[in-house]
């Protein structure tokens, strides 16, 4: 067992965990946030995309250790007040959303780029979120939902 | 070389289990305390839009805001069986067994109307924003909420049943009508293939959709982005390797599905043509989408290479193999 002290969502935690544990099952069991998912657990399909220090990683291939000293939004950490992310509000008017299971991800991937540029072309918003697989949408509904997050 | 090209495909497609098999679906309809109602139906929304465009017939049918709806697909305890969310059905047969029990829940309210505003017949009573109310003398009117006051929870309910009309084919001589209704689409796309590297770049996709009437435009779209999606993966790259039951790709890092950078934007249409036997004119298009999509391609590939493809997927190496195959038929002529 090591401690670490990460922030997630804002919040500070010391957390005692297994040497061997990923970053995924530390945000998914220690804290209890689901709205990581766990997809191909291989790095490939973006589910359990999370934002670490501004960057998006892959947290199924993040050790839990190397979380030490940093800070990391889940899709929970979006919520203001009650009131939910620019992004997400676009993706539910649009209609971006079909099985759900890679929206969690997309979104945090589409907050991250529009955090780094947030006038975006087409092809960037097409590049930005590549590393997140929708089987259900075409991805078209998710570039339109992302266009219309910009600048809010 | 870079050569381009341009090819369209054609499809209809029955929707349903079809063949003469029984294909039946359930809806349950209830008032709720507090005057909402309650809509249950085995009717699994998978992310297709089920629940939203079968709230959405709901809601039409009862003429009741889409919040004053409670809508139930997902406890079994509650719901009567509505088939599989499958054969792109849910659309048109649940969404039929959902307007049969709203219009037979309507009649029980009229029926308990009638009893509390103390008149002789149901006739003229009109069902409306969450209030029934005679026609010719609207001060004679009692709202859901009243009602359910009076009646209490659960007391107030219909249940509607539709069975598809579906016809076995004669197992002699396949001949026959085994579903209804069918659905049309046409796909058209412009392409390049680069002729070195066996590279097929889509340019320019349209994609034309029969649906009987839209429910819900959003819904239709996306239905029509996803099945062009998975349709160019599918023609172009995804290689399921299977051989005695084992799939030796079973991982996303060895068997490719499009990112959004391998995507375009699609234009698409809608084309309204109601189904007069369909709930608001509307028919299912889940699993159609994908279909003309590869003889399109297929098609434009041929005119843009004079090379016939008749083995999915088009891989690189398989065009370039392909391409210099007919090189040497070509030469023997």
Known sequence: MVEIKLKVNGKSYILEIEEDMRLLDLLREKLGLLGVKEGCSEGECGACTVIMDGKVVNSCLVMAFQAEGSSITTIEGLEKEGEIHPIQQAFIEVGAVQCGYCTPGMILSAKALLDKNPNPTEEEIREGISGNLCRCTGYNKIIQAVEKGKGV | MKKRGRGIGLSFYGTGYGNGFPDASKAKVKLLKDGKVGIYVGGTEVGQGAKTVLSQIGSETLKLPLDKIIFISEDTSLMPDSGTAAASRQTYNTGNAIKIA??????????????????????????EKGEIYLEFFPQKRISFKELSKIYGDDNIEAEGEFIAQTIEMDPETGQGAPYWPYTFNACGVELEVDTITGLVEIERAVFAQDVGRAINPHLVEGQMDGGFAMALGYVLFEDLKLEKGKIYNNKFSKYLIPTAMDMIQIENIIVEEPEYTAPFGAKG????????????????????????ITELPVTPERLIKAIEEDGKKKEEI
Do not use: S
């Open chain 2, 102 to 127: 709203c219009e037979n829940f309507k009649n029980r309210l009229r029926e308990a109307a009638r009893e509390q505003l103390k008149l002789n017949a149901i006739h003229g009573l009109t069902v």
């Open chain 2, 285 to 308: 298009i889940g699993e159609p989408v994908m279909i003309p999509v590869g003889p399109a391609i297929l098609n434009a590939i041929y005119d843009a290479i004079g090379v016939r």
